[in-house]
């Protein structure tokens, strides 16, 4: 036994509440003092760390009614490392437990048996969740590994994969050092914090980390026209409608609300509750006038556009949160049951479905050689319109949450390992090119076809401009938190610009030629909804339960 294990072990038995004590080394979990007594919590590592200096200080303390003792009344170390390691893992299972409470409302109750998105968990925390794992755990698996068992794994089984690679003293030093990201997750405005009915340009210096190019003569107001509170988070992006004399907003929300929304003064024209939680953005059929979305209780809605009546829904296997997408009298969409689906319109009839290797977050895309479909697995499929019958696939090593890019001959797709990958559209295994960035990717590209810019936000915090024929970076903007929305590309009378929001909810106007941030303001609550721009307005979600609309003013 070394002096340091000597040293700890007679300081805890000096204690009059301590009735015995020992020790275990273990080469990945350190130092473990034991004892029994009948302390309060904590107090045995008190009264070390009043009487010792910090590397006498075991690693971990455990408290046992009783050490084991062998038939000669000795010290059973056998049945104690045994004792231990059992208590590790029950505080391992029951930490990894809390972390994962830690993104719910306290009023939500965990169902073990089924996985964090079932649980209500976002994409984007469930990212927050793996590398927060990753971290504490000290797993040799890479956290695209620890992903997929946080999207995958229900509750119970996600905490025991934790527990296999868990180091104690990790464990408790996560949860100290780490506040859960779901504390800021929603942001309620009360009486004496609603926004003021004119938002001011938010200054570079108010920012926790400000914008390097933010220009300092830069001057433009944001009218707050109206807003509507859905009664719970909207984390999905409006889909408007423009009908000659109004422009309709459609959006659902964690409430189980579908609305439409009057733009022109923020009237509610109709609100139906669907199922269940609403995620998803809405797709349209202009020629049907419907409105098709997906919904956490599994059911893709057809509702009429202008009354909200459901007209049909279709049950899958699971929750759907990708948008469909509609085309030539179908409506294609996935589900998050690995299934792609096809029905027709108006009928609304099953014409086929394909399994798939992975659940579907993204939006399919419509070519002229069948339909692209991005997977939580990390491939992209080519899916034959007609047949469904798949007709290539490709692997990205990686999920795929953003909506790939197709633009003439060319794919553009991204995934959580922060790639961004250019593809010919009739080989998706040739690559153009890639770029690297440093944070995950969930936000959709969106390309500014006048300057030849590709644009999307990342998770370390920036927005990236490539030039689309080759890759190269042109600029990049440092936000006040991560970026997972996806840009919305408008026109000023002078220039090309994109509106994007960080998670924070400061939303960014970019000049796409120069990457000069032209305006920026805060929300002063979470955003995972991404900006709507149509002429001088602009729509938004927040985790506020609110759906803002601005009039820009510059």
């Not at 409430?255 to 139906?272: A, D, P, Q, R, Y």
Request: charged share 15%; net charge negative.
């Amino acid at each position: 036994m070394s002096a340091t294990v000597c040293v700890f072990v007679q300081y805890a038995e000096r204690h009059p509440d301590v009735q015995q004590a020992s020790s275990i080394y273990d080469k990945e979990k350190g130092l473990v003092l034991v004892y029994s007594g009948v302390l309060p919590p904590g107090g045995v590592e008190n009264h070390l760390t009043s009487s010792l200096p910090p590397h006498y200080i075991p690693d971990r303390v455990i408290q046992l009614d009783h050490l084991p003792v062998n038939s000669h009344g000795k010290l059973n170390r056998k049945k104690l490392l045994e004792l231990v390691e059992g208590h590790m893992k029950e505080s391992i299972y029951y930490s990894s437990l809390c972390i994962i409470q830690s993104y719910f409302s306290g009023e939500c109750s965990l169902d073990i048996d089924k996985t964090f998105v079932e649980n209500g968990g976002s994409s984007v925390q469930a990212l927050a969740l793996s590398c927060q794992l990753s971290e504490m755990s000290h797993t040799p698996d890479t956290q695209h590994q620890v992903l997929q068992a946080v999207l995958n794994q229900n509750i119970c089984e996600l905490c025991h994969y934790v527990d296999s690679f868990s180091l104690p003293a990790a464990v408790a030093k996560s949860l100290e050092d780490n506040s859960p990201p779901s504390k800021k997750l929603k942001v309620s405005l009360n009486s004496s914090s609603t926004l003021p009915e004119i938002l001011t340009v938010v200054q570079k210096d108010c920012l926790t980390n400000p914008c390097p190019s933010f220009p300092s003569n830069t001057s433009l107001h944001a009218k707050r026209l109206w807003e509507v509170d859905t009664g719970k988070c909207v984390d999905a992006t409006p889909t408007l409608i423009s009908t000659g004399e109004d422009n309709f907003a459609y959006v659902g929300s964690h409430s189980h609300k579908f609305l439409c929304i009057n733009m022109s003064n923020g009237e509610v024209v109709w609100s139906t509750i669907l199922g269940g939680r609403i995620e998803a953005t809405a797709a349209i059929s202009q020629k049907h006038r419907l409105i098709f979305v997906g919904c956490y209780d599994k059911h893709l809605y057809c509702l009429q556009a202008f009354t909200g009546d459901v007209m049909y829904k279709h049950l899958t296997g699971d929750v759907i949160k990708s948008t469909p997408a509609v085309d030539s009298g179908r409506v294609y969409f996935g589900s998050h049951d690995h299934h792609f689906y096809c029905l027709s319109l108006p009928e609304f009839s099953l014409l086929w479905k394909v399994r798939l290797k992975g659940a579907i977050y993204a939006t399919p895309v419509i070519s002229e050689n069948g339909i692209l479909v991005a997977t939580l697995n990390g491939s992209i499929y080519l899916i034959d319109k007609t047949a469904g019958a798949v007709k290539e696939e490709v692997s990205f090593g990686a999920p795929i949450f953003s909506t790939v890019l197709l633009a003439v001959d060319k794919v553009v797709v991204c995934t959580v390992t922060g790639l961004c990958t250019c593809r010919q559209t009739d080989n998706l295994s040739q690559e153009l090119w890639s770029y690297k960035t440093a944070g995950a990717i969930f936000s959709s590209p969106c390309l500014v076809a006048d300057e030849g810019a590709l644009v999307f936000g990342c998770h370390d915090k920036h927005v990236y401009c490539l030039d689309m024929h080759t890759g190269r970076l042109l600029w990049n903007v440092l936000c006040d938190a991560t970026v997972g929305c996806s840009p919305f590309p408008y026109k000023t009378n002078t220039s090309n610009h994109v509106m994007i929001s960080s998670t924070r909810g400061t939303l960014y106007s970019v000049n796409v030629c120069t990457g000069d941030v032209t305006s920026f303001l805060a929300l002063h609550a979470d955003v995972f909804s991404s900006p709507i721009v149509s002429g001088s307005r602009l729509i938004i979600g927040c985790r506020d339960d609110k759906i803002y609309c601005f009039e820009l003013i510059s």
